[in-house]
């Protein structure tokens, strides 16, 4: 796979924040997130929940040395004086028994407050607690969990067709959740809600993950930023060292960075080769 470390150099950000990897999960794609890791680097660094997937790995063990390279990658940040804060999601909320603590150098806490450069209040908060069916039906959140496992598994051999008639890849269910309207209705209210914490806790803004889908974007006069994931999208965001805040999609990064005739092979190896990977 040709990688972005080949193609240019490191971007330094006054903070990075990341969430949604899955590692222990067949569809977290690790191998792309490492890459990522090379070439940014940050003073400081928020892991916003679900970076572990604890629900899949109570299914079935699968911790390949990719997942592996992220977690070292991240711990050798954290080596070199980059403050590094772990703030637990659902599916990674075993983390949650652990306020205060620190692992290798990286610090978990439930919620946190983060200031910009340029002074603004940012509450950062993995999310699930605004998120009406993991709240309140825990059966119907692992149901939710399962079929997600499955919509990724079809858009594997969707994509492996795709492939073969010379396109690029593109995620079914990504676009599920834009034109189905319940699904707009759930990201909106999720957006809503979200802001609305942020103005209880006198912020001007929020930064959250949780439900897979990259934004930045304004609420009634408060910031919402989403990291978006590391399965589909593959996006983090990034604070400048001016405090404004820029959405890495780093599929679309690499690809359009890499010379023209190896734009066709990145796309066919940044997504999973067989629906056995990604289920």
Known sequence: MATMHQLTTARHFRTLFISDVHLGSKAAQAELLVDFLRVHDAEKIYLVGDIVDGWRLKRSWHWPQAHNDVVQKLLRKARKGASVIYVPGNHDEFLRDFPGQHFGGVEVKLTDIHVTADGRRFLVIHGDAFDVVVRNARVIAYLGDWAYDAAIAINVVFNVVRRRLGFPYWSISSWAKLKVKNAVNFIGAFETALAEEA?????????????????????????????????????????RHDGSFELIRWTETARERLPKGEREAYAADTAPSSAAEAA
């Open 199 to 239: 103005r209880k806790h006198d912020c001007e803004g929020v930064i959250c993950g949780h439900i897979h889908h990259a934004q930045l974007t304004t609420h009634d006069g408060i910031e919402y930023v989403n990291t978006g994931d590391w399965v589909e999208s593959c996006t983090a965001v990034a604070e």
